[in-house]
């Protein structure tokens, strides 16, 4: 069956360092992949969208890595803030259908920024 | 106003009771999903919706049932609610996937709590 990883201890780092989450999935080979934010109580906030022919995409301070041989997807958070402090997820689609989305999330990296 | 919400955001009711959840949005996005989220499993999909009428099972369809009649509500309900299904249910809307100048983004609600006693 399919899976998403991450990693589900939080990430502790220091203001301006730059934070590394990984998303790591199985048994699938998804056409894109997509990150959201996700303060506590509120429902997520889409961030990054990167395609399986992308191997890079940017977005201001953020930085989204496809590796579709390794499996995996990289979200940097360059000159990390405390404002930055939320749980991130990553989101494959895994509908079987075209047409269909099944939009599948994983668990979610929790990301504490130290002033 | 515009954009996607839900009702009611608290509930609290019995084992054995139905309880529908009502999820609401303006914008006539295509496709709608709901989510249900507890510590230590993340987001996970219940059941998602390509347009009205057409309704697919996620991770987790059993002991929940959908409807979409109009492109705007995507109601879920727990025939007979458990205790296992304590959690904050999310609905979720996107007006397509990633296409051209699209990045298949979904809008989500607030969430609503619900408590199973």
């Known amino acids: 069956s399919q899976k998403i990883e991450q990693n589900s201890e939080a990430l502790n780092i220091q203001e301006g360092k730059t934070a590394t989450l990984t998303c790591n999935y199985t048994?699938?080979?998804?056409?894109?992949l997509q990150w959201y934010r996700q303060d506590p109580g509120r429902g997520p906030v889409f961030l990054l969208l990167?395609?399986?022919?992308?191997k890079e995409k940017r977005k201001e301070r953020l930085k989204v890595t496809f590796d579709t041989t390794l499996k995996q997807s990289l979200f940097h958070i360059t000159a990390s803030q405390p404002a930055d402090s939320a749980t991130y997820l990553c989101a494959l689609d895994l509908a079987m259908d075209t047409g269909r989305r099944a939009l599948t999330f994983g668990s979610g990296t929790r990301l504490q920024v130290q002033p | 106003d515009a954009g996607i919400t839900q009702s009611p955001r608290y509930k609290i009711t019995e084992t054995g009771r139905q309880v529908t959840l009502m999820c609401h949005q303006t914008w006539s996005h295509s496709y709608m999903f709901w989510y249900r989220q507890d510590l230590g499993h993340g987001l996970r999909l219940i059941y998602y919706?390509?347009?009205?009428?057409?309704?697919d099972k996620g991770e987790v369809p059993d002991g929940y049932v959908v409807s979409r009649s109009k492109t705007e509500n995507f109601p879920l309900t727990l025939e007979s609610a458990t205790r296992s299904q304590t959690s904050v249910y999310f609905c979720?809307?996107?007006?397509?996937?990633?296409?051209?100048?699209?990045?298949?983004?979904?809008?989500f609600g607030e969430g609503s709590r619900l408590t199973v006693l």
């Open positions: 919706s390509a347009a009205a009428d057409i309704t």
């Open positions: 048994n699938y080979s998804p056409a894109y």
């Open positions: 979720a809307s996107s007006e397509s996937g990633p296409g051209q100048g699209h990045t298949g983004e979904l809008f």
């Open positions: 990167i395609r399986e022919n992308e």
